[in-house]
């Protein structure tokens, strides 16, 4: 079983940056690939980046890509997403995930789940 738990997300005004973190629980952290996805009120969860186990490849949906930066810290069993130039439509719940299988932009591959982290920009 692996436990997420996110942190750093606010209220921020369009143009601003933030970084959001993400904490495993788990001691084979370093075989999971995480991903980043977010949720705002009324809408589907939609991917936002993905990152494999060992951190060489990164996936981006277009409308974050360039703005956004997801890495991981194996040792620390911590994923982040640096979120820069934020937009009022950035606004969100965001969410962190693991796979134990290849990273991927599909929320169903994804077996563990935090409980989210608010992302509020301001315009």
């Known amino acids: 079983q692996v436990q997420l738990v996110e942190s750093g997300g606010g209220l921020v005004q369009a143009g601003d940056s933030l970084r959001l973190s993400c904490a495993a629980s788990?001691?084979?952290?370093?075989?999971?690939?995480m991903a980043w996805f977010r949720q705002a009120p009324g809408k589907e969860r939609e991917f936002v980046a993905t990152?494999?186990?060992?951190?060489?490849?990164?996936n981006y949906d277009d409308s974050v890509k360039g703005r956004f930066t997801i890495s991981r810290d194996n040792a620390k069993n911590t994923a982040s997403l640096q979120m820069n130039s934020l937009k009022p439509e950035d606004t969100a719940v965001y969410y962190c995930a693991a796979t134990a299988s290849v990273p991927s932009s599909t929320k169903e591959r994804y077996h563990y789940w935090g409980q989210g982290t608010q992302v509020t920009v301001s315009s």
């Open positions: 788990t001691l084979t952290f370093r075989y999971y690939a």
């Open positions: 990152i494999s186990s060992g951190g060489a490849y990164t």
